[in-house]
């Protein structure tokens, strides 16, 4: 399979623990992209990364959050000190830029995301 | 700042009949991208469509196709012959370039639930 790829597929966790997930782009894709969706909304934007720098960050991006791509290729996000409004599904995607492609166009392949729920 | 309106929380339709899906989008670029993606029950993401701004056609693909009204900022997904598997969730989404900026985040709508009744 050489879609992206999210670990673990659930996560639940008591409020005040450290929680970390994994995503793994596709191979090739120097984009990649962290949003977070609670029930009954479209997914909303936390940070991207091309390659291994992280070139935005949404104010949703609290303290506790962080993200890091260190070698360009898989990505993980790490909530410190969760709490209960940090129950969402967290999805991940990846894109490929080039110099030679419309600008306009951005095709993000999306992982079936991480379901955290905070008890 | 943008903003994507999708007005309809749910929609019923009968297989094999064609179903529009509404989105309304907000924005002060002028050069901007539309999609739509499908989510089903699973949960991942599905890509659909992509529609340009500066497109002079609208975007198909397969039983997919855009209805893009510029001036009116509408980007409705027309499915054709609907079947049962596309009961599932639809967004609508929007992606901004600018000279610039670096946003490459998409804005989602809140969705559109659509069930095929058999």
């Known amino acids: 399979d050489t879609g992206v790829s999210q670990n673990p597929r659930h996560k639940i966790t008591k409020r005040g623990q450290n929680v970390t997930f994994r995503c793994d782009p596709i191979?090739?894709?120097?984009?990649l992209y962290w949003y977070r969706q609670t029930l009954g909304q479209g997914p909303e934007f936390l940070t991207y990364?091309?390659?291994?720098?992280?070139?935005?960050k949404s104010r949703l991006l609290s303290d506790r959050f962080s993200a890091e791509r260190p070698k360009g290729s898989f990505s993980t996000l790490e909530i410190q000190r969760t709490e209960q409004g940090d129950s969402a599904m967290y999805l991940c995607a990846s894109s490929f830029i080039s110099g030679t492609r419309r600008l306009s166009y951005n095709e993000q392949f999306f992982g079936p995301g991480t379901r955290l729920t905070v008890l | 700042a943008q903003k994507i309106t999708q007005t309809q929380p749910g929609m019923f339709v009968q297989e094999k009949e064609a179903v529009t899906l509404d989105c309304t989008y907000d924005t002060s670029d002028p050069s901007y991208g539309l999609f739509w993606y499908k989510q089903p029950s699973s949960g991942e993401m599905i890509f659909l469509i992509y529609?340009?701004?500066?497109?002079?056609q609208n975007a198909t693909e397969g039983r997919y196709s855009l209805n893009f009204q510029k001036a009116r900022k509408s980007a409705n997904l027309v499915i054709s012959a609907s079947q049962l598997g596309d009961s599932a969730m639809y967004f609508c989404?929007?992606?901004?370039?600018?000279?610039?900026?670096?946003?490459?985040?998409?804005?989602f709508g809140s969705g559109t639930r659509l069930s095929i009744r058999p």
């Open positions: 990364f091309q390659n291994e720098a992280q070139l935005e």
């Open positions: 989404a929007m992606r901004e370039v600018s000279p610039g900026s670096s946003a490459s985040k998409i804005i």
């Open positions: 191979s090739e894709h120097n984009r």
């Open positions: 529609q340009g701004s500066y497109d002079q």
